[in-house]
């Protein structure tokens, strides 16, 4: 055999190694199910510092001195901290009187206005813009000899904005100015300097960006909310996760603390500070200026559904696992039937008429409620099944959702199915943090579900390449590949899951505590992850309708590391295919169709890397995106070439 045909043969037999040849059939005319308009959501708490420091655009921390250490965020360089300084002078927490919410405020002393100082740090660090301007609000009385305050903010030494605010003596009053900054930076400071010689109380000091979301004032941060509406949610799951029932009972969440004026929304320490320690996060409270109201007012801006979750009288059961005993239970019950009330009532009812005074007469015509968030065991089942009478009695068409506590599978996850099925509870809420190896390997998962039984709410999941607080738990291609080849399952069984949402939403750069999300920022970036593109395909291209499809013969759930699902969107007349190959080969699709036709040009969009572990990052915040292209198949043979390690959305036009 001569040298050049051994040749060929051995280059003829590596390419047949590296593409696999498929059969893809595609029956446009046989629906299987419909997709429900919340099919895809996002889940949202306060972890990372994701609201304080991050969607929540307030610059100032500690503003109100409520933390454990009052004065945690703010010093005062020329003061000695533990005396009166005789050369400056020294603020020193002190306590209303008779203030159940905002508790203490500043009284300051100045000796010498040369010398002192009061300056914040910031949620590490201030970040601003060029060319900005930023809102700056403080509450003051009680002036004695302070005439003006001077107000800088400055990074690297240098003064990049600056402004004054004179004051007036008298009882509390808001003063507010505007610092225009010529400089961008993320790490600057605000620094207080007062003329003068004497003495005021202050509280309440704020600064906020004037570019906020659809420019309200204090708002939310603007770029964080643009990722947020690209995802084109269905619903937005809010506040959480694990600090709706909080470490202990006095630290969980309750929704009627967070509305109304801001300066009386009860700050507490998030369940999630010094969590994961290493981080060093014990600077990690909850301020409520992003509360119930904003959160309904960000979905109908989104024109996502609300869902928001009440806990069911249990602690974290990760740590105390508190219980309020069932005779106890009344003010838990009531709390849900009165946030019905505030999100749906009319204006002539007490919750409804604070709406109103809020600014929203309208309701926000809420249809889902969740009650409990990863509960387990016969205590959860006893308490959901009194929310679940007392709110069907009043509300019979909310939609309460149910939980299956945190597990994927096991004793937990078996007896909360079982009971919550005798039930017949509307949709059961499940969570899953595995490997990516899991995620492929249960992409089947729902395939057996009861097709008469509960409706399922993924209502968190994420790939984790590694333990979730762990530094070297990575955000990586392959995680995103194998959300995307599992979501091809929860697609293709519509019908039985009626609602997803990857956990958590996002994450700040210097302050996690969970290490997969779908957005990471820092005080000025953000961008996200490869996850989050997994995320927005699936929602852009939802569809309206699974139709049948066949991989090689059978359900197309990894045969050659191949992962298919296929829906109709019947306004558009299109046909979306979704595609996930996981493996490291080449994947010949040869498309055929019944039951109608499709043009043989499509839309293309490509996912992909040749390096499952890359990922995107500040610095590189498109390493991991869809690439959109047109192609043209032939009349004679539909096939197509998938690329290795790539998740792909094929549109073609129905004729």
Not at 190 to 196: S, W
Not at 366 to 391: H, L, V
């Amino acid at each position: 055999m001569s040298l050049n045909k051994i040749f060929f043969l051995a280059t003829f037999f590596f390419f047949q190694n590296l593409v696999a040849q498929n059969s893809v059939e595609i029956d446009i005319s046989k629906t299987t199910s419909d997709i429900s308009s919340t099919m895809y959501g996002v889940f949202f708490e306060d972890i990372n510092f994701s609201a304080d420091g991050g969607l929540y655009a307030e610059l100032i921390k500690n503003r109100s001195f409520e933390f454990t250490l009052p004065k945690m965020g703010w010093f005062e360089p020329n003061s000695d901290r533990h005396s009166y300084n005789e050369d400056s002078g020294i603020g020193t927490v002190m306590r209303y009187k008779g203030h159940n919410s905002n508790k203490r405020y500043l009284n300051v002393k100045v000796n010498n206005s040369e010398n002192y100082e009061l300056i914040n740090e910031g949620f590490r660090g201030i970040g601003v813009k060029k060319d900005i301007a930023y809102n700056f609000s403080i509450l003051a009385a009680n002036t004695k000899g302070i005439n003006k305050i001077t107000l800088e903010l400055y990074a690297d030494e240098k003064i990049i904005g600056t402004s004054t605010i004179d004051l007036i003596e008298g009882s509390w009053r808001i003063y507010e100015t505007i610092i225009k900054v010529n400089q961008t930076n993320p790490k600057a400071k605000l620094k207080l300097k007062f003329e003068g010689e004497g003495s005021l109380d202050i509280d309440m000091i704020s600064l906020f960006p004037s570019d906020t979301w659809k420019g309200r004032k204090n708002g939310l941060r603007k770029d964080l909310v643009k990722l947020i509406e690209d995802l084109n949610p269905g619903f937005i799951r809010f506040p959480g996760g694990c600090i709706v029932e909080g470490r202990t009972l006095d630290r969980r969440y309750q929704w009627k603390k967070t509305i109304g004026p801001i300066e009386n929304r009860e700050l507490i320490v998030n369940r999630w500070n010094t969590e994961f320690s290493h981080r060093n996060t014990p600077d990690y409270y909850q301020s409520f200026g992003l509360g119930f109201f904003e959160y309904f007012l960000l979905s109908e801006d989104l024109n996502a559904e609300p869902l928001p979750i009440l806990g069911c009288g249990m602690a974290c059961q990760f740590n105390t696992g508190e219980l309020v005993p069932m005779d106890d239970m009344g003010p838990y019950i009531q709390d849900a039937l009165d946030l019905i009330e505030f999100a749906n009532g009319g204006i002539t009812t007490h919750w409804g008429k604070l709406r109103a005074e809020m600014g929203h007469p309208e309701p926000f015509n809420m249809k889902y409620i969740g009650i409990g968030n990863e509960q387990w065991g016969p205590e959860y089942i006893k308490r959901y099944k009194i929310f679940d009478k007392a709110i069907k009695e009043k509300y019979p068409d909310i939609i309460i959702i149910s939980g299956s506590g945190p597990f994927p599978e096991g004793d937990f996850f078996e007896y909360g199915w079982e009971e919550l099925k005798k039930l017949n509870v509307e949709i059961v809420d499940e969570h899953f943090y595995k490997s990516p190896d899991w995620f492929k390997k249960n992409a089947n998962r729902y395939d057996s579900y009861d097709r008469n039984g509960p409706k399922v709410f993924a209502g968190e999941y994420a790939a984790q390449s590694d333990q979730i607080a762990s530094p070297k738990n990575k955000n990586n291609w392959e995680c995103a590949l194998s959300e995307a080849a599992f979501m091809t399952g929860m697609e293709r069984n519509a019908d039985v899951v009626r609602m997803t949402s990857y956990a958590p939403l996002m994450a700040h750069t210097e302050a996690w505590q969970w290490k997969t999300d779908l957005i990471w920022f820092d005080n000025l970036s953000s961008y996200g992850t490869p996850s989050y593109y997994v995320q927005k395909l699936y929602a852009e291209y939802s569809g309206t309708e699974v139709i049948d499809v066949k991989l090689n013969g059978s359900k197309a759930t990894g045969q050659n590391g191949l992962f298919i699902s296929a829906v109709k969107d019947s306004i558009k007349s299109k046909l979306i295919i979704k595609v996930a190959n996981t493996s490291g080969k080449i994947n010949e699709l040869n498309l055929s169709f019944n039951g109608g036709s499709v043009n043989n040009e499509l839309n293309f969009i490509e996912l992909s890397h040749q390096n499952i572990d890359a990922e995107n990052s500040i610095d590189s915040p498109n390493e991991i995106t869809p690439v959109v292209s047109n192609i043209i198949l032939s009349n004679i043979s539909k096939s197509i070439s998938i690329k290795p390690n790539s998740f792909n959305v094929l549109v073609f036009q129905i004729k």
